[in-house]
């Protein structure tokens, strides 16, 4: 951060702009003036603890006693994955110090991601983790204490679903149309796309269906998440017994039904329905 602050200030601001969203300009030029005289106003306590203090998360922040930082046990045999929680947890305390409020959504792993690459995520990914709910509880001096939880870097197949999808939003029209073409393939019956497997299919869905919510969305990110819906739902009821494709699902349907988005979840039931070795709907509403 030090030598991105010396050498490429610009680009640190942009990145404390996006993640720090409720700080103020005055506060990200006090912190940038401290992060270049090598200053850093980093969190007073930092131990390793573990899963069950945790409650399971891989980090956790809270601003008691000038900025508490845990880290699992877990991430000690991992230098680089303990790094990426710390820094992540380094941009809950900043933004714990500089901003008038609670940044949106998961700001230290907004940060941290910034940090690694020396510019902001992209508008999909940063739209991604500012979706997202980083609060939780872990046991601090024997009490359930409120803290901001390290989230998980993402995979590979969430790189390409979000890079899919920035592609069909961006301005160049040649890689609008080769986007289009590959979500063609994923959602076509018989495609090699169609078949391919749950883990990069599940990343893409999820992409769009946070695309699709948000406000203005393009009937055309609309329709394709509702295709990426139709597929899940024949997938899973040709086969059955395959627990990829009918945890997904069900997992799909409750989060559905809990936004209150019936219609689309209507998609896939549909979908069950007329499928000749579909499951059974009721059973599966028993799920949710």
Do not use: C
Request: proline residues 5%; glycine residues 8%.
């Amino acid at each position: 951060m030090q030598t991105l602050a010396r050498e490429n200030p610009q680009q640190l601001e942009a990145i404390l702009r996006q993640s720090l969203s409720e700080s103020t300009p005055e506060g990200r030029e006090k912190l940038m003036e401290s992060a270049r005289n090598g200053e850093l106003p980093l969190p007073q306590n930092v131990s390793f603890a573990g899963e069950e203090q945790l409650n399971g998360a891989r980090a956790a922040y809270s601003p008691e006693n000038n900025g508490t930082v845990l880290l699992s046990e877990s991430l000690r045999d991992n230098p680089e994955a303990l790094r990426k929680a710390y820094t992540e947890e380094v941009g809950h305390h900043f933004d714990s110090q500089f901003s008038k409020s609670d940044s949106k959504g998961d700001e230290g792993q907004i940060f941290q991601e910034g940090l690694e690459q020396g510019k902001p995520v992209s508008e999909q990914r940063a739209k991604q983790l500012k979706a997202e709910n980083d609060h939780g509880k872990a046991q601090i001096n024997g009490r359930q204490t409120p803290v901001e939880n390290s989230g998980t870097e993402p995979t590979r197949q969430q790189q390409v679903a979000d890079q899919l999808l920035g592609r069909l939003q961006g301005d160049d029209p040649a890689l609008r149309q080769q986007s289009e073409s590959d979500y063609k393939r994923l959602f076509t019956p018989g495609s090699d796309y169609y078949t391919m497997s749950e883990s990069l299919h599940a990343p893409i869905r999820q992409s769009l269906r946070n695309a699709a919510n948000q406000e203005g969305a393009s009937q055309q990110i609309k329709d394709l998440y509702h295709q990426s819906l139709t597929r899940v739902g024949d997938m899973a009821s040709k086969y059955p017994n395959d627990r990829a494709y009918s945890q997904d699902l069900v997992k799909e349907l409750q989060q559905e039904w809990k936004a209150g988005r019936t219609s689309d979840s209507q998609v896939v039931l549909d979908q069950l329905k007329r499928a000749p070795q579909g499951r059974d709907v009721s059973a599966l509403r028993g799920q949710i």
